[in-house]
């Protein structure tokens, strides 16, 4: 059993950084991939960005590729999403992720943070 604590997140305005922490906790980190989501209202949860337990195993979605980075530290039972020239469009519930299996859907994935609002002003 995982537990995911997410901590960062807020208002800020476009162009802006912010940067979302996910803490694990009940088992080791380093041989699940994780994941980050997000949820607007009215839309159903997308894929934002996951890596895998294998050095450069990577994936990000289209809209944020080359503003966001995602990176985990093993040591600590972590993970980040660092997240820069933040858009309007980016405002939603952030929530991070853990599980057996790589990918971009929900499904591949069995334990969840508590989600973090993000808002971007224009």
């Known amino acids: 059993q995982v537990q995911l604590v997410q901590s960062g997140g807020g208002l800020v305005q476009a162009g802006g950084s912010l940067r979302l922490s996910c803490a694990a906790s009940?088992?080791?980190?380093?041989?699940?991939?994780v994941g980050w989501f997000r949820q607007a209202p009215g839309k159903e949860r997308e894929f934002v960005a996951a890596?895998?337990?294998?050095?450069?195993?990577?994936m990000y979605d289209a809209s944020v590729k080359g503003r966001f980075t995602i990176s985990r530290d093993n040591a600590h039972n972590s993970v980040y999403l660092q997240m820069n020239s933040l858009k309007p469009e980016d405002t939603a519930v952030y929530y991070c992720a853990a599980g057996g299996a790589l990918g971009r859907r929900p499904l591949h994935y069995n334990y969840w943070g508590q989600g973090t609002q993000i808002t971007v002003s224009s």
């Open positions: 890596d895998g337990w294998t050095v450069g195993d990577t």
């Open positions: 009940g088992r080791s980190f380093s041989t699940y991939a």
